[in-house]
């Protein structure tokens, strides 16, 4: 750079600073031709440097002459500053413009999965009767999903249920295929007379199809109290039903379960159609399974009854498909349910 200390280069590059001040557009703009002028390196601080070399009376009149030429820039600099500013901050609040007139965008609402609906209803109806609710665990011993349900080792009644069993296979840890498996832990754990229910989810190695999942949800009543019979199992069945559907004949027809006795499948005569369709499982419980329990069948008896929620909420919102219950998507569930 010019390190001689030459005035009409300088005016001539003042003039020329100006010219870019002038031009200027943004507060880099500005920043850029203040650092190209008078930046460290800037032609005028260099000049400004060389003026102690000069003779000394020549000194005087460079300095008033760099003080006008600074001055002059300064004056420029911060009136265009001021300008460049507003104009940026006016784009800002352009940029940040609400248009308060223009249709908003609801924000998306879930919705309850039938199932949850269907359990929720479950969960009111039994305790608004009194009963407790409780639940197990979905990996569960072998004992409590088999043995203490009075299923013995090599019974077929143990393929009745296609059961995911957990490894090692000496582990005895299945996938409960029954919330019956809540029975024995419920009655170990709690004071007798007992009114429970449990709700929760069982795997079986079904396929998914229309009407099957591998993974589903059950609702197990257990009562056990001193002269319980079948009279008191069929009057909360009806209730349940006519809580559920609003109404509805139920009948008992003899099935088989291990841990029951006697045991029964539970139907429902369909509104309209005056079929008859299957339900639940039911039954007076077995005592052996209430002796698993350690509880005397000769002074109490129990009933059970386990229903399969899927089922309900097919029959309750007419869905056709299992499909529809798994595939998990809002627009299925928001016909049943807004979320609440
Ligand atoms: N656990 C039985 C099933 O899954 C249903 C059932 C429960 C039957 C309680 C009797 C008593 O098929």
Redesign the pocket.
């Known amino acids: 750079m010019n390190a001689v200390f030459n005035p009409s280069a300088l005016s001539s590059s003042l003039k020329e600073s100006l010219e870019e001040i002038g031009k200027a557009k943004t507060s880099q703009d500005l920043e850029a031709a203040r650092s190209k002028y008078f930046g460290s390196q800037g032609i005028f601080s260099l000049a400004s440097k060389s003026i102690g070399s000069l003779d000394k009376d020549k000194r005087k009149e460079a300095g008033e002459f760099f003080g006008k030429c600074k001055k002059e820039f300064d004056s420029a600099f911060l009136k265009k500053k001021e300008e460049v500013e507003a104009e940026e901050e006016r784009g800002r609040l352009r940029a940040e413009t609400v248009d308060m007139t223009l249709p908003f965008t609801r924000f998306p609402m879930g919705s309850l999965h039938p199932i949850t609906l269907v359990k929720r209803e479950m969960e009111h109806f039994f305790t608004s009767l009194g009963w407790s609710l409780g639940d197990g665990p979905e990996v569960e011993h072998a004992w409590y999903n088999f043995d203490a349900l009075n299923f013995p080792p090599d019974h077929p009644a143990r393929q009745m249920q296609d059961t995911f069993y957990m490894a090692p296979q000496d582990c005895n840890l299945v996938l409960r295929t029954?919330t019956?498996s809540t029975q024995v832990r419920e009655m170990i754990s709690s004071p007798l007379p007992l009114y429970t229910a449990s709700i929760g989810r069982v795997f079986r190695s079904d396929p998914l199809d229309a009407f099957h999942s591998p993974v589903f949800h059950?609702c197990?009543g257990l009562a056990v109290d001193e002269g319980l019979s079948v009279a008191d199992l069929k009057g909360v069945l009806k209730a349940l039903v006519s809580s559920l559907f609003g109404g509805g004949k139920v009948r008992l027809r003899p099935s088989y379960?291990p841990?029951?006795q006697p045991?029964f499948e539970m139907d429902m005569l369909l509104e309209g159609s005056g079929k008859w369709v299957e339900l639940a499982?039911?039954?007076m419980v077995h005592p052996n399974v209430l002796k698993s329990a350690g509880v005397d069948p000769e002074k109490y008896t129990g009933f059970?009854?386990?229903i399969g929620i899927e089922r309900v909420a097919m029959l309750k919102y007419g869905i056709k498909d299992m499909h529809d219950l798994v595939e998990g998507d809002v627009r299925f569930s928001h016909q049943f349910a807004m979320g609440d």
Request: charged share 5%.
């Open positions: 029954q019956s059950q197990e379960f841990f029951t045991s499982g039911a039954g059970a009854f386990g």
